[in-house]
């Protein structure tokens, strides 16, 4: 079982950047996609970024595409998510899940993160 734990949420201000990390705790985590999923206030989860184990597949939501950099560092175990130019609409708890294969669908991610909130003002 792979387990992840997300990190760098915090109460930023409007056109601030932010780093948000996903560290999972087994190398395996290093060969499965990951991707960052995010719930608002009274909203659904919403996909955000996910990028394959090997970093050849990268997909952004629109909302947040040119904004937003996904990387991932193997040898750490560890999935990256920078925001820039973040706007009081990208408020929301931030969950990294992990898969087996690279997809944008919440349902096909096994394992999930507590979150960690990001809340931006205006």
């Known amino acids: 079982q792979v387990q992840l734990e997300e990190s760098g949420g915090r109460l930023v201000q409007a056109g601030d950047s932010l780093d948000l990390a996903c560290a999972g705790s087994?190398?395996?985590?290093?060969?499965?996609?990951v991707a960052w999923f995010r719930r608002a206030p009274g909203k659904e989860r919403e996909f955000v970024a996910s990028?394959?184990?090997?970093?050849?597949?990268?997909y952004y939501v629109d909302s947040v595409r040119g904004r937003f950099t996904i990387s991932r560092d193997n040898a750490k175990n560890t999935v990256y998510l920078r925001m820039n130019s973040l706007k009081p609409e990208d408020t929301a708890v931030y969950y990294c899940?992990?898969?087996?294969?690279?997809?944008?669908?919440?349902?096909?991610?096994?394992?999930w993160g507590q979150g960690t909130q990001v809340t931006v003002n205006s």
């Open positions: 899940a992990s898969s087996e294969y690279w997809t944008v669908e919440a349902r096909n991610y096994d394992y």
């Open positions: 087994q190398s395996a985590f290093s060969r499965r996609s």
């Open positions: 990028i394959q184990s090997d970093t050849t597949t990268i």
